[in-house]
């Protein structure tokens, strides 16, 4: 398999007036693609400014970045944004779709800021994927019609509608309940069984045994990184396709 | 970046706070409708004031004591009295070809009364010709007779509402009416002339012009003389005419020193648009100050829905937006309020203008309706440069949101 990304003494400080606080001191490792990563902590650990910078919407203060083999420290906002947008699908503990816009078009959104995009094709594409994760009936719908299981599942299709290879999520399943929760697992299992590379920030081992490997981080530094000898299957994988 | 996405989702977000939008649109709508709505008005009243003068007909000459610059009014037309215009002046301008009638004018202010009846009005000196210099008639009686020209016969002919006002359904003919302390015989009533803006002939009376001048006034000048060409064509022959016999008359050498002014109707209308033109300017400049008012309301809506949506933006940024992206969509939500608040004051203003068209021609006046492409051009230009620099300001805020603190935004 080869290496999707490459972190190398990943260093990130943030300045709050005269005093310097250092999020992470140091971080490497390599994520192959294909990958299911859980990313744990505590909060103020780190892993979430971790998350920021592998998906681009921040810069390290030191070290190195290769994503895709390319360094990705040299490039300017506007690439970023361009990697954000085909490389990078996020998924938010808070959902976050856009209020008064119907399931699909907060499912197109992404699509907005892709350069080569067909539409129709989105499109259709979206509905497939909708279906996939059982809202074919809710296309019209407003998000605050949904509950919180339904809302993440758009998310989840949301973030999967450019064909990004990663999938990154942040507390995927810190507002739902654990049947909810469940079941959003299932579907990131099942997009990681196609070949998608997920990376998921999480604070419940529950959920984190899931994945495949997991990495805990602690004060800013890489703590442990264990392959998960015996993945939990989500609802003992009776996931249907 | 699909600009089509972009401009469902500023309609989106638009419908989402309709009250707040249609608010916002307001200033806009506002400040184009009174755009539109007074320069039409302005055209309108113009239209009013050329075509008052126009029924006094084209193919007049005017001939006002004091000399003039070029295009300017001449000093009589500023209050100053100058005593340079004389009977004689009017009769001799009245030999030359091709003018078919010649009058002088001699008015003043004066109280007209009819037993207890009493009206302040303006009297008119004139000749006989007066009737086919400004295409008037008697309804009954007669006009000054030719012979009444060079005396100072205490006859009056009155305007119909003066009679109206002194005899109500009575005859006149024949009475006697003062004017001032003199004593006046009537022997006719003009014809109705219908409304004026100006100075309604309904509301004068005619006396002889010698009447007026050493009866009424006690001075020798003349205030004014109007000439009637056969031919519109023929004014510039006239008037030329004209001034070379009244400066030989005058005695006049340094054309620099020529102390009366001569013009035709369409010199006469030029200036008064070039001045009613400036007039319409200035107040379409003031009428444009609310369209930056209804700007900055547009900027403060804007600025508020940047804040209101950071998370959004914050969430837009995750997504794969760039700056530009940002800065386009709230440019276009901007953009779109200007447009439709502009679209809609276009037509709002319009209607008024329509509106305003009708009440003035239902009350007799000969009002055009104008709605220049001229205005509605120009309001459409400074609204969209209006919904750009207002929109700017706050597009450019929410551009350059930080994306991670924009998401973490409660």
Redesign the interface.
């Known amino acids: 398999m080869s290496t999707l990304i490459n972190l190398k003494n990943i260093t990130k400080d943030y300045q709050t007036g005269e005093v310097t606080t250092s999020v992470l001191k140091g971080v490497s490792f390599e994520i192959d693609d294909g990958e299911f990563v859980a990313i744990m902590g505590a909060s103020g650990s780190g892993k979430s400014t971790l998350m920021?910078l592998i998906?681009f919407?921040?810069k390290p203060t030191s070290g190195e970045y290769h994503f895709e083999g390319q360094d990705t420290l040299k490039l300017d906002?506007?690439k970023l944004?361009?990697f954000?947008?085909?490389k990078v699908g996020?998924i938010?503990q808070s959902y976050?779709l856009?209020?008064?816009?119907s399931v699909l078009?907060n499912v197109?959104?992404?699509?907005?800021?892709?350069?080569k995009?067909n539409?129709k094709e989105a499109e259709g594409n979206a509905v497939k994927l909708l279906k996939r994760v059982g809202l074919g009936h809710r296309l019209d719908h407003k998000p605050n019609q949904l509950s919180g299981g339904e809302q993440q599942r758009v998310a989840i299709v949301?973030a999967l509608v450019?064909n990004p290879r990663l999938i990154l999520a942040d507390e995927p399943t810190g507002n739902l309940d654990s049947h909810s929760g469940e079941e959003i697992m299932e579907i990131l299992q099942s997009l990681n069984k196609e070949g998608r590379t997920i990376i998921m920030v999480t604070h419940e081992e529950y959920t984190a045994e899931c994945a495949k490997r997991v990495l805990h981080i602690k004060d800013g530094m890489i703590l442990r990184d264990n392959i998960v000898g015996n993945q939990r299957m989500a609802r003992d994988g009776e996931f249907k396709k | 970046m699909n600009i089509f996405q972009t401009i469902k989702s500023s309609f989106t977000n638009l419908a989402a706070n309709k009250a707040r939008s249609f608010l916002t649109m307001l200033g806009m709508i506002i400040g184009v409708g009174s755009v539109i709505s007074i320069m039409s008005i302005g055209a309108g009243a113009q239209s009013l004031i050329f075509n008052e003068i126009a029924s006094f007909g084209t193919n007049l000459v005017g001939i006002m004591p004091g000399g003039s610059e070029e295009d300017a009014p001449p000093a009589s037309m500023m209050g100053m009295v100058i005593t340079t215009l004389t009977y004689d002046d009017a009769k001799a301008v009245g030999e030359i070809p091709y003018i078919t009638a010649v009058t002088p004018y001699s008015t003043g202010n004066a109280n007209i009364s009819f037993g207890d009846k009493i009206k302040n009005t303006t009297f008119l000196g004139v000749t006989s010709q007066y009737v086919n210099v400004e295409d008037n008639e008697v309804s009954s009686g007669r006009f000054i007779f030719p012979e009444e020209d060079e005396s100072t016969a205490r006859i009056v002919v009155l305007g119909s509402e003066v009679k109206e006002d002194l005899f109500g359904e009575d005859d006149p003919l024949n009475k006697r009416i003062k004017i001032d302390k003199t004593s006046f015989i009537v022997v006719g009533v003009m014809k109705k002339k219908g409304a004026s803006l100006m100075a309604s002939r309904d509301k004068e009376v005619f006396i002889p012009v010698k009447t007026a001048q050493k009866v009424m006034l006690g001075i020798d000048h003349i205030g004014l003389i109007r000439a009637k060409i056969d031919d519109e064509k023929n004014a510039p022959l006239v008037i030329s005419e004209i001034r070379k016999l009244l400066q030989q008359r005058h005695n006049i050498k340094d054309p620099k020193k020529i102390d009366f002014t001569v013009q035709s109707m369409d010199q006469a209308l030029d200036m008064i648009g070039t001045v009613t033109d400036a007039l319409n300017l200035f107040l379409g400049a003031i009428a444009a100050i609310s369209l930056i008012v209804g700007g900055i309301g547009i900027m403060n809506i804007m600025l508020v829905s940047v804040t209101e949506r950071t998370r959004e933006i914050g969430l837009r940024k995750a997504l794969g937006a760039n700056k530009g992206n940002i800065l386009t969509q709230f440019l276009t939500e901007a953009m779109i309020i200007t447009f439709i608040g502009g679209l809609i004051g276009i037509i709002g203003g319009s209607i008024f203008a329509v509106l305003i068209a009708k009440i003035a021609n239902y009350a007799g006046y000969e009002w055009d309706l104008i709605i220049s492409l001229f205005s509605i051009v120009l309001s459409f230009i400074i609204a969209t440069i209006i919904g750009l620099v207002f929109g700017i300001y706050p597009a450019n805020k929410a551009a350059k949101l930080n994306a991670i603190e924009a998401l973490r935004h409660e």
Do not use: W
């Open positions: 920021h998906g919407l921040d906002d506007d944004a361009e954000r947008s085909e996020f938010f976050n856009l209020q008064r816009t078009d197109l959104l992404p699509t907005t800021y892709l350069c995009c539409l949301r450019n």
